[in-house]
């Protein structure tokens, strides 16, 4: 059996904070616990023990917001990801965040599905943000770039790669990927670790900037 991800919640609402405990509880490979209502608190449980292995944090919260509290584990704890899960879908606050060290970005408006994925992505090493994010970045990445390429000629996309790549940008997790197409999941995640490799990408949010900007797909 696996060792569960420890979570720790952090949200000024208490309400807020009761309905994501009682969603992940469900899942077997993530255990809550504990939960905060500010970044002091966060840090005066870190300072007496408690070791989450990822934090999921608001941005506006009393005393200390997300953004401070993002910083400050990641210069004194940087074994921990930050997880971030808001209704802020400002383009400079996701990089703000991103720059300050935090491993994800969510609105509150996805499903649990999508958040116990992020979490498993981000407790894995890679970087995750929401699809709705994802989007938006990339509509700011494509109007910015102004038709600028970066294609590697000796890149080969597959068209089975292309239909994973477009499935990725819409949002969809390896399992669902792996239902559409027929096949498992350990395939899909070999299939994305493969295009990020093909395309010396470290992660999906700039492995997508970069399909699409090269016009691989639409």
Do not use: W
């Amino acid at each position: 059996m696996k060792i569960p991800i420890k979570i720790l919640i952090v949200d000024e609402h208490a309400i807020v904070r009761n309905g994501i405990i009682s969603l992940l509880e469900k899942e077997i490979n993530i255990e809550v616990i504990g939960e905060a209502a500010h970044g002091i608190e966060v840090l005066r449980l870190i300072q007496n023990g408690l070791r989450p292995d990822v934090i999921i944090t608001d941005i506006e919260m009393p005393e200390m917001d997300g953004l401070e509290l993002t910083s400050l584990v990641k210069l004194n704890y940087p074994e921990i990801k930050v997880l971030i899960l808001t209704t802020t879908d400002s383009k400079n606050d996701v990089i703000k965040f991103f720059d300050a060290g935090a491993d994800g970005y969510l609105l509150k408006n996805i499903s649990i599905a999508e958040v116990v994925f992020a979490i498993e992505q981000i407790y894995t090493g890679y970087k995750h943000i929401c699809s709705a994010i994802g989007i938006k970045l990339l509509g700011h990445f494509r109007s910015s770039s102004s038709g600028q390429q970066d294609l590697k000629a000796n890149i080969q996309i597959s068209n089975r790669e292309k239909e994973i790549l477009s499935l990725i940008a819409e949002g969809y997790t390896n399992s669902e990927i792996a239902e559409k197409l027929y096949t498992s999941k350990r395939t899909i995640e070999g299939n994305r670790q493969t295009l990020l490799d093909k395309t010396g990408k470290k992660n999906t949010a700039a492995l997508i900037n970069f399909v699409v900007r090269n016009g691989i797909i639409d």
